[in-house]
């Protein structure tokens, strides 16, 4: 009863992921620069180490950049910008491809419902096209 199921709307794996792999980064970089400090194997002993930190923190990056990505921005992923045109009068809405020139709250009209030039842009939002 009381099982939460995963959506994949918390990415909860793939933040323990990074966290675990930032761990990693950090201690192979300590083990990295004991090794190249006194007493140490110098650079080609620590050279393994170094290069496990390099890929940690690297993938930690590249996740992170991905998922913020993921968050809608429109400038990576293309995206159909939409207008929502609502009357003033009566229950009329429509959903539109966005032109130029539009913006929220702008008169454009005759509602095709009641007749009223109470027409108006009540939204103007992205949605983005999903490529499979
Ligand atoms: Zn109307």
């Known amino acids: 009863m009381s099982q939460s ?3 994949g709307g918390t990415p909860i794996a793939s933040m323990l992921v990074a966290v675990l792999l930032a761990i990693i980064g950090i201690v192979t970089l ?19 180490y170094l ?3 390099i890929f ?3 993938f930690v990056t590249f996740s992170t950049l991905r998922r913020r990505r993921g968050y809608g921005t429109p400038y990576t992923t293309p995206s159909k910008v939409l207008s929502v045109v609502r009357c003033a ?9 966005f032109a130029i020139g539009e913006f929220v709250f702008k ?3 005759n509602c095709t419902q ?3 030039p109470t027409l108006f842009i009540n939204e103007i939002y992205a949605e983005d096209v999903k490529k499979h």
């Open 5 to 7: 199921r995963p959506r």
């Open 30 to 48: 300590n083990l990295g620069i004991t090794e190249l400090g006194p007493g140490g194997g110098g650079f080609e002993a620590a050279l393994p």
């Open 51 to 53: 290069s496990v930190t």
């Open 56 to 58: 940690a923190f690297g």
């Open 89 to 97: 009068q009566c229950s009329f809405k429509q959903i539109k491809n």
């Open 107 to 109: 008169a454009i009209g």
């Open 114 to 116: 009641c007749g009223n």
